[in-house]
Antibody, heavy 122, light 106 residues
Framework: QVQLEQSGAEVKKPGASVKVSCKAS????????MHWVRQAPGQGPEWLGW????????YYAQKFQGRVTMTRDTSISTAYMELIRLISDDTAVYYC???????????????WGQGTMVSVSS | DIQMTQSPSTLSASVGDRVTITCRAS??????LAWYQQKPGKAPNLLIY???SLESGVPSRFSGSGSGTEFTLTISSLQPDDFATYYC????????FGQGTKVELK
């Protein structure tokens, strides 16, 4: 079945970096945008950006430009999100989510990973 | 950025009730709106896309309506499995979520 499997929980110190992986299965990985969304405790989801697995193209929310990098490895159907210069406000569950057809119009997110808890604390 | 405002923040209801949640966009988003259900410790689950289209596998008691700046999610007869938090999301210009509506047992 179609699913996204994320890497495990991370604990980081302020100023460090974190890299979360998201392995896709059950569909053509290069055919759909992969988005990254985070959700701080008790808050609504917040969109970080997308990567186009077909060509590696990316777009980041303005808030995260300069701190986030999204990449992919098509040989293993895996997308990555790296966030640098972590602060305590980055503590959240980070999700990957499948978007619309690559190259097409933006769409809702129909498949989500299980989430990766990233905790930032000194 | 387009802001999404949901109301109410919390809704108390009983099994069998008809429930309506409202979502307003800060500017017109046409029909590019989705609704998600989220349960504690789980990822959001897509219910409705393009304002009124039911995602495959979602029970027909869920429905969505609206266009432009005002949208509603309706649960025609609340079931025990429906107690959860619901989020709207616009995807007309990038992607923005509402702050959520928690549906709790009265």
């Amino acid at each position: 079945q179609v699913q996204l499997e994320q890497s495990g929980a991370e604990v980081k110190k302020p100023g460090a970096s974190v890299k979360v992986s998201c392995k896709a299965s059950g569909y053509t990985f290069s055919g759909y945008y992969m988005h990254w969304v985070r959700q701080a405790p008790g808050q609504g989801p917040e969109w970080l950006g997308w990567v186009n697995p077909n060509n590696g193209g990316t777009y980041y929310a303005q808030k995260f430009q300069g701190r986030v990098t999204m990449t992919r490895d098509t040989s293993i159907s895996t997308a990555y999100m790296e966030l640098i210069r972590l602060i305590s406000d980055d503590t959240a569950v980070y999700y990957c989510a499948r978007g619309g057809v690559a190259g097409g119009r933006g769409d809702a997110f129909d498949i989500w990973g299980q989430g990766t808890m990233v905790s930032v604390s000194s | 950025d387009i802001q999404m405002t949901q109301s109410p923040s919390t809704l108390s209801a009983s099994v069998g009730d008809r429930v309506t949640i409202t979502c307003r966009a800060s500017q017109s988003i046409s029909s590019w709106l989705a609704w998600y259900q989220q349960k504690p410790g789980k990822a959001p689950n897509l219910l409705i896309y393009k304002a009124s289209s039911l995602e495959s596998g979602v029970p027909s008691r869920f429905s969505g309506s609206g266009s432009g700046t005002e949208f509603t999610l309706t649960i025609s007869s609340l079931q025990p499995d429906d107690f959860a938090t619901y989020y709207c999301q616009q995807y007309n210009a990038y992607w923005t979520f509402g702050q959520g509506t928690k549906v709790e047992l009265k």
